[in-house]
Antibody, heavy 130, light 106 residues
């Protein structure tokens, strides 16, 4: 069975850093694009970041660009989110999410077919407060 | 960046009702639109992709339509299990979610 297990969340002061991890199992991790999505308490979903299957291409939401870094270790079946210069408004439950189908083509090509997110972890809570 | 806007934000309905919610994109996203259902304390569940393709196992009372900038999700006959919050999502590398439509009991 596909499983995604986030860890690394916690309480941090504004300006601080945290590194979230997402351990993947039950599928060939290296073939799948991955994402981070967050949800502030009582609020809606906000996409945070995308990484290609090889890790060579990454995208960020405007709200986190320049402060967060997404990465992956395909040998270890792990996804990461390094969060620096944290702000109070970054307080949220952070989910890792898998793109539902492997892509044979890079996103920059006309042959790339987008897919939505089919499996989500249970989330890791990040609380930014002084 | 593409913005997604859902309406209404809350929808009050009864079991058996037909309900429709709308999702608008700030620019043409062709058909790269998914719908998710989320219940309190749980992660989102994928219902539909490419605007109208139902995920295996999702009841046929759910249907989607639209392309370009305007999309709808319809639940033909609302069941007790359908009271939840629904999100639309643009997906193609960059992604964006709508603000959600909460379907509550009337």
């Amino acid at each position: 069975d596909v499983q995604l297990d986030e860890s690394g969340g916690g309480l941090v002061q504004p300006g601080g850093s945290l590194r979230l991890s997402c351990a993947a199992s039950g599928f060939t991790f290296s073939r799948y694009e991955m994402n981070w999505v967050r949800q502030a308490p009582g609020k809606g979903l906000e996409w945070v970041s995308y990484i290609s299957s090889s890790g060579s291409r990454v995208y960020y939401a405007d709200s986190v660009r320049g402060r967060f870094t997404i990465s992956r270790d395909n040998a270890d079946n792990s996804l990461y989110l390094q969060m620096d210069s944290l702000r109070v408004e970054d307080t949220a439950l952070y989910f890792c999410a898998r793109v539902s189908s492997p892509n044979s083509y890079d996103i920059s090509t006309t042959y790339y077919v987008p897919y939505p997110f089919d499996f989500w972890g249970q989330g890791s809570l990040v609380y930014v407060s002084s | 960046d593409i913005q997604m806007t859902q309406s209404p934000s809350t929808l009050s309905a009864s079991v058996g009702d037909r309900v429709t919610m709308t999702c608008r994109a700030s620019q043409n996203i062709r058909g790269w639109l998914a719908w998710y259902q989320q219940k309190p304390g749980k992660g989102p569940k994928l219902l539909m992709y490419e605007a109208s393709k139902l995920i295996s196992g999702v009841p046929s009372r759910f249907s989607g339509s639209g392309s370009g900038t305007e999309f709808t999700l319809t639940i033909k006959s609302l069941q007790a299990d359908d009271f939840a919050t629904y999100y639309c999502q643009y997906y193609k590398g960059y992604s964006a979610f709508g603000g959600g439509t909460k379907v509550e009991i009337k």
